[in-house]
């Protein structure tokens, strides 16, 4: 099988097109989208060598900055490598940072790291409560994914994992739940904005979306005690990172030509928590730990 592996360059000295403005009225409690278009992609540069993946986000992503790559990158790695696919992870996401951190930089690693593809995991810790902690987390993740896209870059967003409900009521971290349901309604709205766009259609805007909002918040795929023996709750188990890796590939195999080698995890939640999202196929695992 022929892969078709797509690695771009943004060259130093040409400027990345104008994110376009973006104005958010609240209206009962809703995010309604408002502004122009977002701005065309420029002709993406192929150049020979290994497909170059950045990963952006947070403490759940900074494991892929590792030698050899962990966390998620690990089984993702694994999956590239059985499917002959070349590439090398260049991960910028830091732990404990928002959206916005990703949203100051992402011009400059653009230009500076030469990816051929860019994985975004961003809004844990954003945990919007209002509508104005809301508009602006929306307003982060449109700066990221819109200077990807204006750099002729493919890209792949997700929504985020939830964390584990007992844990958090131990912690008293009651609001940390209801923040990360508001945090998927901003993913929800704004991905369905900019895919509304002609530019945007199909692989054009997104090759790639991993639904991670279905893998369960328990201790079966979140650690409930964090190695330096704090409090977890957030963080996934070797199960949660596997299982993570696996909807990446998944997500991408179609729209990057590579080929379906693993099928959907068991044990995800049959359903999405916000509405409008799609609901995956529940598949039932034969025995669980």
Known sequence: MRLRIKVGIVSVGVALAAVAAMAVPAQAGRIIPVGPPSPAPRTHITIPGPLRILTLGDSITEPCGQTPPAGYCAKLGALL?????DHVFINRALSGTACDYTASH???WLIADHPGLVLLDCGTN?????QATMDAMGEQWRTIVEAVHAAGIPQAGSYITFSDPEVNAAAGRSW??????????????WYNYEIGFPTWAGAAGFAGWADFS????????LRG???NGSIGGIHPTQLGWDTMGVLWYRSLAVNEGWPAIIPQPCGLWGHAPVAGATVPAYTECVSTS
């Open 214 to 221: 279905t893998i369960p918040g328990n201790r079966t795929y």
């Open 126 to 130: 954003n945990v919007p409560t209002n």
């Open 176 to 189: 940390l739940v209801p923040g990360e349901i508001n945090a998927q309604t901003v993913l929800r709205t």
């Open 106 to 108: 992402i011009h400059d």
């Open 225 to 227: 005690v964090e190695p």
């Open 81 to 85: 490598d059985q499917a002959g696919v």
